[in-house]
Every structure is written in C-alpha cells, then in structure tokens.
C-alpha cells in the first residue's frame, strides 16, 4: 500500500443546522450509523416476535396464540397459525435477521460510527453518498415488511428463494404473487445500498488515515470492516442482478430459472428452458460471502475489545489479519457446500467440499489467538468482556458443527435438517449477536456520553448465554434423529416422539427472548439518562477514546490525531503510560520497554 | 464472575457432551449397504469435533478462572510460544483431520453419486409434486411410457401425464403411491419434479436427494433390511412441504415379486 | 510513515463553513478519494456483469430455445458515439487539467467544450440504444421472447442506465466547474472521466459477447 498516510482533503460540511439536518438527513457517519443502529434494533425486535410465533407454533401447534387472530386475521384464523403463514413468519425472520440485522448492525451500524474515527478522519469519504445509503436501506426495510400488509402476504419460499417455487409466481402458493415481488425488490434495493457503503468503507480506509496511521497501526476492528467491505462489494453485486433475473421471471415472462412443462395448481406454466441450478449458484455465490460478511466485524470487535479487559495485547495481530485475509477469499469458493444434494454434477461436491474444510484452518486459529489472549491476562469482567468470552464459546460450538457438514458423506444425512438450523443460528444468530451485543455495551458510553448499567447487562448475560445453548444446541440432536427442518409441525411418525424436545426449546426460546427485555430497557435508559461517560472509561487504546463521549460532530474538535503507536499497547509489553498500564495510539510518549 | 463463566461454560460443555455420547437422540438403524461407511464418518468426525470442542470449551474456562485481575499490579504473560503453537496446531493437526476425513468421505460420497448403478437394478421412476410422491414401475413389457406434462391429471391419477391411447409401453406401467422394493437388490431410482423442487429423504437408507425440475436425476442403493419407514421432503416447496411423505416397503424378493404380479393383473 | 514530510495544508472546502487553520489554494489534495470510489465502483460493476455473463452462458446451455438473432447495425453505429464521447471527455479533461491552479475562473468556455460535447454524444447513444429496441420490437423480439433476447435487452439496459449515471455525474462535475476554480473539481472531473471511459470498455465487451453469442 503506497498511500502516504497523510492528511487528505477533509471534509466537506459545516456543522449541521437545523432539526432536519442533524437529526434526520444528517451527512455526519456518527448519526447516520446510529440510524443504522436504529434500524437493526427495529428489525431484531420484529424478526425475533416472529421467531417467538414459529416456535410456539412448533411446540403447540393446535394452541391458539392470544392476540394473533386479530393481527393476521388471514394467516392466523382463531389465533392458530396456518401452514402457509408459518412458512411465511419464516421467510421474513430469515431475511430481516440476515440482511436488517446481522449485515446492518455490526457492520453498517458499528462500522459507520467508528471507521472514520479509529482511522483519524473527520468523517466517510462521502458523505452525500453515505446518508443516501442509509435512506435506501430504509425503503428497502419498509418494501419488505409491507409484503405483510398487501396481497396475500409475504412469500413462503425461504431467506433462499429458491426457484422456481420463487419464481413462477402466485400458482405456487399463497404469498407467491405481489409479496414475493416485493422482497425481490427490497433485497434489490438492499444491495445497492450496502455497495455504496462498501465504496464509502474502503475510500475511507486507504484514502482518509490520519497521519501516523498506517495499514498496520489500524484497529482490527477496521481491519474487520475493511476487509467485510471487499466481500461485501463483490457479493452483493452478484445477488442484485441474480435478484432482477428473478423479477423479470416473475413478472415479464422470461425464463431465467424456470424450465419447461411445470404443471402447478394444475396449470402447464407458459416459462420454459430456464435452470432453477442457476438461481441457487447465483444465490450462494452471494450466500456464503454474506454469511462471512455477517460474522467478521464480530471478530474485529472481539479482537478489539478483548484486549482492553484482558489488560495485554492481542495475541498475534498480524496472523489474525492474514487469516481474516484468507477467510475472505476462501469464502468465494465454497459456495456449493450449500449445494450438494442440489442435483449438480456429484463430482463438484468433492471440489467444494475441500476449501469449506480448509477454512476451519483460519477460523481456529483465530479461535486459539483470542483464547490464547486469554491466557496470562488480568481479566476485567465488564459486560462487554462477559460477550467477548461468551463469542469465543459460542463461536466454537458453531463452527464445530460446521464441519460435519462440510462432509458430502455426512451431509448426505444431515443436509436440510435441525443440525443445520443450530449450526447457522450459532454463528450468525448467537455469535454475531454476542458481536454486537460487545460493541453496544463498549461503544455505547461513546455514542450516547452515557454509561449503561452494569448489573442489568450482566443478568442480561448470564441468562443469555444460558439461554441460547438451551436453544439451540438441542438441534443438533434433533438433526442427528433425522429431523427435517422448515417443516409447520411434525406429522410424521418418527418425528411425532421429538416434539417434547421442540417444546423445551421453545420455552427456553421464549425466555430467553425475554431476557433481551434487559438489554432494551437498558439501551433505551442510559441514552437519555444514564450516568455521564467520560471520555475513556475502559482504558482502551485506539483513537475514539482520544476524544469526548460523543464525539463532536467532526470527531476531533479541528484537530486530527497524529498516532504514533499501534491499537494493542496494553500490559505486557511494558506499556507504562501517564496513564497506567497502557498507551493510547495518539500519545506522544514511547512505549515503554517490552 | 471469571470463576462463574467457568463454571457455567464447564457445565454446558459436560452435559452438550454427555449427551451426544449418551446417543439420547441419533440416528435410527441403518438398513441400506453404504450406511455403514457414512454412519463410520460420522463417528470419526463426532470423535475428534468432540475432542476439539471439550479441549477448547474446557481451556477458555481453565484460562478464564485462572485469569482474573486480581488487583495485585501481577504482569500479563503471553502465551508461550506466542502465536507459533496455534498455527502449527490448526494448520499441522487440524489440516491433517481434514485430509484424512477429505481422502476418506470423497470415496464413500463418490460410491454412492458417482457410480453408475449395477446394470441388474431395479428401475422405478419418481415423481414428486406438491405435495406428494408417486413411483412408476415399468410393468411386464419393462419400459416405461413416455411422460407429457400436459396431460397431467390429478382428477384421473395420471400422476406422469401417461398417454396410454397412444403409448403401448405405457399402457402396463405401474404407478402407486407408496415405494414397494425387495430387500437386497439394487433399486435405481429417477426423481422428476412436476412442479417445484423437492426432495427425497429416507433417514433410514442413509440418503437424501433433491429433485430439480426440468432435471431427470438418478439416486442408487440397496435396502439390506425389511421394514417400513418414512420417505419425506427435505426441500421447501410450498405449504404442504411438512407433511409431503410417502412409506417405503422393504419386502422380501418373493412377497415382491407376488405384489408386482398383483400390480400389473390390475392395469 | 511514509509519503511527504510535511503534510500540504488543507483545503477550504467549497461549501460555506468556517475555514480552521491557515489554508492555502496553492496545492493539490495529496489523496484522491474520488478516484478510489470509481476504481471500486467499476470493479463491483464489473462483478455484476460477469455474473450476468456466467448466467448467460449457463441459460444457453440450459436447454436448446437459445433463438439465435442478427444485432442491429444501429448498435455499431451507437458504439462510434460512445467512443467519439470518451474522447470528448479526455480532450477536455487535458485542456482543463492544464489550466494553472489558482486561476480565477476558467477562461471562458475553454476546456469545457468537450464535456458538453459528451453531454450530447451520451445522450444521443442512450438513444440510439433505445431505437436499437425497438427495431428489434419490429421484428418480434422482446424481453421473454427468447433467452437470446432476454439477455440482450438486460445487458444493454443496465449497461444504459449505468451510462445515465454516469451522465447525472458529468453534469454535476460541469456544474462544479462553473463555479469554482481550484483542484478539487478537476479531481471529481477525473474521476469522471474514469467512470465514463469505463462505460466505454464496458460497452466493447457487451458488444463482443453479444455479437458473438446472441
């Protein structure tokens, strides 16, 4: 990298004026990323009503939900879920949870906030493009849920979409005419959103570090977004045209993904010599990047906080790097592992199959790296380092399940079964959200000056972390019985004897759920009356503890840091500070010896 | 708090464990001869994931207990060796699981996708619609019709669009609802999707296999018990997907060859 | 820390705001962060076109219905136009880039002749396009009347409303330009310029891919 690290052109707007322009149409990455923040907080709030609906459903399948019948008088006819509604609930969970959840939060949300400032620049490299992202996110968000409100509902064809069921139209279901339409366009829209934000991460990266910021000097938690923004602009402009085939199939009569001679609802489809193969190597050639795009700023966020309550260095940064290099572009070729009973030639599964494996490399040594920091520390036990430590264990128990599989031989048994479902729940549903539960508990005196409060994040914790092993970790037994996933109910006769062990996940789900209550109650109190945060009340390191909880609104007050040390000067390598045990990166002074 | 994250996490690993040992809930018997190989890679791999999970759940607690802040001014220590052990352990002891597993369930996956069938099979034809399943048996003449999708009629129970007037071969295929196979012979299937995909999944048989639309695709195995079970969809096609099952039969050569004969006196 | 040993003084921004610090005109901006958001952008548009491509390939392979057809001449001649306006555009972005900094106003419409010259040649080739289409409608070819047209009416739309983007942009660098001397509008304009020639490229492998294959 040959950029010089010095001061850019910076920027471009005045302090807003104006009710408006601060709050509303704000060009300043600090509110546009809590309006990201907003908006995932939103979505996960809805997106997990409806998992509550589904599980209750699953464990109770003829009891009427109180309420329900009133909100979906269609779907829900005397509070009980229809086959074709629950199927519904689940297309929205998986897609709210992916994309306005586990894409926004972590990385358009956290990443917004502190890129600009960890990297010493007054704010994004475009700002104009930047809350243009933002609003375009929201109209996708709003172009999805009202999928709830038109036709004959949302589709019920999965996150996946999986053509031609997607793709023919309302023959195939209720909630295949308009409301299918719909989240193909909100996805559309999705994905042209998060590519201008992966523009605006990148140009600010190379382009804004304030001087003495080198690559090597950057935080690894913009390391994360950095590199999460590279797969993000490859990946994502790969599903918006997979998503525009899909519409002109739906409504234009072409035959992208669907082939000739379907009979469905008893009528011979007009579409013919389309490959329902080509939606789902499209889809998964964005799929699986996106998966990663959903977990990596959560191992820049553990990596960065880890450290600061752990009162020593990250153990081996650069490695970590390297492997967050070789996560992100192995994870372009793995797609197919999503594929393998797909019909596709049998011999590419094999081919698949051996990069999938390979990445369990990189992804353990990252997993050792945090518990090797862990190792000799002199650990705080903030609510902050609770999630950290509860990340790496649930990190572990995800990815163990990954590589079963990653087995053709194995996924022969277990592919479309509850052993996938508590797979990907346990990387992206708990590890990701421990992710940003980390971040929001370490940035929040930041962002809102205010502390939040101790005792109630960590009940918040503890009934968490206990919460979603007893969730989810039952379905990797229920897998191993066979159990096949996206299913209503269980009317089979070797399913009918599991029911007893949905039930205990739905109530430990239920629970657990409201156990989140904590940490929404406590959000919403400490922004507005929580007690005054000073400006570096965990005695970390990198450039946004530099300046004031909040920042003012070009972060550094006129004056860009110069930084003169690295992001992991804690303990052991002598850092003796004025300020104790560690040097922050824009202290003039040496570290001390190691 | 340290000594009580190790505590909880020691009990979450201990009872995940134990009960994964314990087999609480597995797979039902395997009848179908390829089983035993993949049923062997899945022990192989639960054996050492399990290793991996216990040692590393185990040592963040360990480290976790030992490694509060005591207040005491006590320096951090880096891990000895630093970085070096965790790469040569991942890369050197991880990677060659992965080649062992690699070389292993390559072949067991090749034997049964990639190998053509014994030319001795038995032939059935399957259909998959929402939301059910229907098997075509050649009949006497051992052909099988042709299929026209626009001749589809569910009122009539053509299931395959069979043109019977006009087709002599299809006029003695047999298509009933329920997979009637003998024991210990080779049965070549071909799965047809009428509508949307699908999929075909028999825990018991060790094998899953979607149907694509558009797409005739072959699944081979041989029963080598008796018994009854569940076929059942594994790919979301619609509202009927949780309840799109049909029964296998595994039966005796004789009782099978009884019951073909009875299925084709009544076409 | 590599690079200059003194860092340039900053630059007064060109909306209204309270100057901080001494600044001067005199120097270029070191770093280009408009050039690094056009080499990302062409790089993920070029993804889009390459899975659009896989896509075309797998369809064709897919089942025998590809429906061969002859390409409208109109599009050879609307390839001239495109090329013609890139060269416009470099001619001007030369005249401009060697206007001293620190000039008052440019001289004139000096310069920036050639940037509506490719205002009007962008414009006149989206419209070719679009007769283009409708020749081909003349003949019975429309979206779902075959993969073959299918394709062609994809590629050449969203290669033609990328080409309006890249319009909307030249008009709001032109308008910049107007305005204010310095370097920063000529940064954009480079950028500009970068994007436009893309479209060019881009254009001469649509060309090529759907000449050889459609």
């Known amino acids: 990298m040959s950029h010089p690290t010095t001061v850019a052109a910076p920027h471009h707007h005045a302090p807003p004026q104006g009710f408006l322009r601060t709050h509303v149409f704000s060009l300043d990455h600090k509110v546009i990323g809590k309006q990201y923040l907003d908006l995932a907080l939103v979505a996960v709030c809805i997106g997990m009503l409806l998992s509550w609906l589904m599980r209750f459903h ?6 009427p939900i109180p309420g329900l019948a009133k909100l979906s008088p269609n779907g829900a006819a005397g509070g009980v879920i229809t086959p074709e509604y629950y199927l519904a609930l689940m297309t929205m969970h998986g897609t709210i949870m992916v994309f306005f959840v586990l894409t926004t939060a972590p990385f358009a949300g956290f990443g917004n906030y502190f890129l600009p400032i960890q990297v010493g620049a007054e704010d994004m490299a475009f700002p104009r493009i930047n809350m243009m992202s933002f609003w375009v996110t929201l109209v996708a968000f709003l172009v999805l849920i009202s999928g709830f409100f038109v036709g004959d509902g949302p589709p ?9 069921l997607s793709a023919v139209g309302k023959d195939a279901g209720p909630g295949q005419g308009v409301g299918q339409t719909l989240w193909a366009v909100s996805i559309t829209l999705f994905c042209v959103a998060q590519l201008l934000g992966a523009l605006n991460f990148i140009t600010t990266t190379l382009d804004l570090r304030t001087k003495g910021m080198s690559l090597a000097r950057m935080p690894y938690s913009t390391w994360a977004w950095f590199i999460t923004s590279v797969i993000g602009l490859i990946a994502f402009a790969v599903l918006m045209p997979a998503c525009i085939l899909l519409i002109l199939d739906r409504v234009a009569g072409t035959s992208f993904f669907i082939p000739a001679g379907l009979v469905i609802s008893d009528r011979l489809q007009p579409h013919s010599g389309g490959s329902p193969l080509l939606w789902q190597h499209l889809f998964w050639f964005f799929g699986h990047p996106e998966v990663y795009i959903a977990i990596l700023p959560g191992f820049g966020i553990i990596s960065h906080i880890l450290p600061a309550f752990a009162r020593k260095p990250l153990l081996g940064p650069r490695v970590l790097i390297a492997c967050l290099v070789a996560i992100a572009f192995l994870s372009y070729t793995v797609w197919g592992h999503h594929m393998f009973l797909s019909g596709m030639n049998p011999f590419s599964a094999t081919l698949f199959s051996v990069p999938t494996l390979i990445i369990t490399i990189p992804a353990t040594i990252v997993t050792l790296l945090w518990i090797g920091t862990v190792y000799g520390a002199n650990l705080r036990f903030t609510t902050p380092a609770l999630f950290c430590l509860g990340f790496v264990s649930v990190f572990v128990s995800g990815g163990i399940s990954g590589f079963f599989l990653a087995q053709p031989s194995i996924d022969t048994y277990l592919h479309g079964t509850y052993f996938v479902v508590g797979h990907f729940h346990f990387v992206m549903g708990v590890a990701a959200m421990f992710g940003i539960f980390a971040g929001t508990y370490f940035w929040a005196p930041k962002m809102f000056g205010r502390m939040m409060n101790e005792t109630l994040g960590k009940w918040h914790f503890w009934l968490t972390f206990i919460g979603v092993y007893c969730v989810f970790m039952p379905m990797h037994y229920l897998g191993l019985a066979g159990n096949v996933r996206r299913y209503s109910a269980f009317t089979d006769d070797y399913l009918k004897p599991m029911i007893p062990l949905h039930q205990f996940i739905t109530i430990a789900a239920l629970c657990t759920g409201v156990a989140q209550l904590l940490f929404l109650f406590n959000l919403v109190r400490a922004r507005f009356r929580g007690p005054k945060a000073p400006d570096n009340p965990w005695e970390a390191t990198t450039l946004e503890w530099s300046t004031t909880s909040p920042p003012p609104f070009d972060n550094f007050g006129g004056r860009p840091p110069v930084v003169h040390h690295g992001p992991n000067e804690y303990g052991a390598t002598g850092a003796t500070g004025a300020t104790g045990d560690y040097v922050m990166q824009a202290s003039p002074q040496s570290a001390g010896p190691a | 708090m340290g000594k009580l994250f190790a505590v909880v996490l020691t009990i979450i690993t201990v009872v995940s464990t134990a009960l994964f040992v314990a087999h609480t809930w597995w797979l039902p018997v395997d009848i179908s001869a390829h089983g035993q190989a993949i049923d062997r890679q899945l022990s192989e791999t639960m054996v050492t994931s399990g290793v991996l999970f216990v040692l590393s759940q185990f040592a963040l607690a360990l480290f976790v207990w030992r490694y509060a802040d005591r207040g005491d001014g006590r320096k951090a220590k880096t891990f000895p060796g630093g970085v070096t052990p965790m790469v040569l352990f ?6 060659a699981e992965i080649l062992a597993l690699t070389f292993v369930g390559s072949k067991v996956w090749a034997g049964i996708y990639q190998t053509p069938p014994d030319p001795g099979s038995l032939q059935i034809d399957v259909q998959s619609e929402q939301f059910a399943f229907y098997f075509r048996y050649p ?8 299929t026209h999708p626009e001749l589809i009629n569910e009122a009539n129970e053509n299931y395959f669009g069979l043109d019977p007037a006009h087709d002599v071969s299809a006029r003695d295929d047999i ?14 299937l071909t799965l047809r999707a009428k509508d949307v995909s699908h999929a075909f999944y028999v825990p018991e048989l060790r094998i899953q296999q979607d149907f694509v639309p558009g797409l005739a695709i072959p699944l081979h195995f041989t029963a080598t018990d008796t018994g009854k079970h569940e076929i059942v969809c594994t790919q979301l096609c619609g509202l009927g997907h949780y309840n799109m099952r049909a029964y296998i039969e595994v039966i005796s050569q004789a009782a099978f060859d009884q019951w073909l004969k009875d299925k084709a006196a009544q076409q | 820390m590599t690079g200059n040993a003194t860092p340039p003084p900053p630059i007064v921004p060109p909306v209204a705001g309270p100057p901080t610090a001494s600044r001067s005109t005199t120097e270029p901006p070191p770093l280009a962060p408009a ?12 993804m889009s076109f390459a899975a659009l491509t896989s896509a075309m390939v797998v369809r064709q392979g897919a089942a025998p219905d590809w429906r061969h057809f002859h390409l409208p001449y109109l599009l050879y001649l609307n390839t001239l136009v495109l090329l013609a306006s890139s060269g416009t555009l470099e001619w001007s972005r030369r005249r401009i880039a060697a206007v001293p900094v620190g000039a008052a106003r440019l001289p ?3 310069g920036l002749a050639g940037v509506y010259f490719t205002l009007v040649l962008g414009l006149l080739f989206v419209t070719g396009q679009v007769i283009a289409w409708r020749q081909l409608a003349a003949q019975g070819l429309f979206l ?3 993969p073959s047209s299918a394709f062609f009416y994809v590629f050449t739309a969203l290669h033609g409303l990328h080409v309006l983007g890249g319009l909307v942009a030249l008009v709001y660098v032109l308008r910049r330009l107007r305005r204010i001397a310095g370097p920063v509008p000529r940064v954009a304009l480079r950028a500009a310029a970068l994007y436009w020639h893309f479209m060019g490229a881009l254009w001469l492998y649509l060309l090529a891919i759907l000449a050889t294959r459609v």
């Open chain 3, 144 to 146: 779902a009347t075959a």
């Open chain 3, 108 to 110: 004139g419409l000096d």
């Open chain 2, 90 to 95: 991942a890369t050197v002891l991880v990677g």
């Open chain 1, 58 to 63: 699953l464990a109770w399948p003829e009891t």
């Open chain 2, 139 to 146: 009949g006497p003449d051992g052909k099988f019709g042709a």
């Open chain 3, 35 to 46: 050039q690094t958001g056009v080499l990302l952008a062409i790089g993920t548009i070029c």
């Open chain 1, 156 to 164: 019920l064809s999965g996150w996946t979409a999986y053509a031609p």
């Open chain 2, 175 to 188: 298509v009933v609802p329920t997979l009637t196979i003998p024991v210990n012979r080779p049965i070549a």
